[in-house]
């Protein structure tokens, strides 16, 4: 009878996964780097929005943001109608650009990131380590979508 060597069995295999190691950081870098599930902006810094948001929006997206006849709710189906499949870059340039309606462009630049940030935590989108920042082509990456994707 034959012997059968499993030396043949093993050698592929050990070069599959050397192989496979290869693939490894290039199926990671594959991936988008970044989510907007996997955490945009702090608390502290989305506290700072909230009031901001108090003091400049909510006389007209109302204070639990849910808008009136006039101006779009800022949160929930009504806001993921809107915003879904768009990105990050083109909510912050909207609102840095035209709001508040009445005084386009009149806040510090920070404010309007804060308020961005307070507007995230109001549709539930998770808290993360570092603050958003007004980085327009990071900002375009971040993806809103409903779920994790
Ligand atoms: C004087 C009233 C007024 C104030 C104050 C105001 N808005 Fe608006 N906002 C509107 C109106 C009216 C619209 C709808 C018309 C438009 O899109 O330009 C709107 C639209 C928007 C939109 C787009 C709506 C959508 O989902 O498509 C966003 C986002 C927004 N506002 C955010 C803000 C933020 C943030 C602030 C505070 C910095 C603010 N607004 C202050 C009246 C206002």
Request: hydrophobic share 40%; glycine share 8%.
């Amino acid at each position: 009878m034959r012997k059968r060597s499993s030396r043949y069995m093993v050698i592929p295999l050990s070069y599959l996964a050397a192989v496979a190691a290869l693939f490894v950081p290039w199926v990671l870098h594959a991936q988008p780097a970044e989510s907007i599930w996997s955490g945009s902006y702090t608390e502290a810094q989305a506290e700072r929005g909230a009031e901001d948001y108090r003091a400049h929006c909510a006389s007209c997206h109302g204070a639990n943001l849910r808008g009136d006849s006039h101006a779009a709710g800022l949160v929930g189906m009504g806001f993921m109608f809107l915003w879904e499949g768009k990105s990050l870059g083109e909510l912050y340039s909207k609102i840095r650009n035209d709001m508040p309606l009445d005084q386009p462009r009149s806040l510090t630049k920070g404010s309007y990131e804060d308020i961005l940030a307070f507007i995230l935590k109001s549709n539930e989108f998770p808290v993360g380590d570092a603050e958003l920042e007004s980085d327009e082509k990071a900002l375009d990456k971040l993806m809103i979508t409903s779920r994790p994707n």
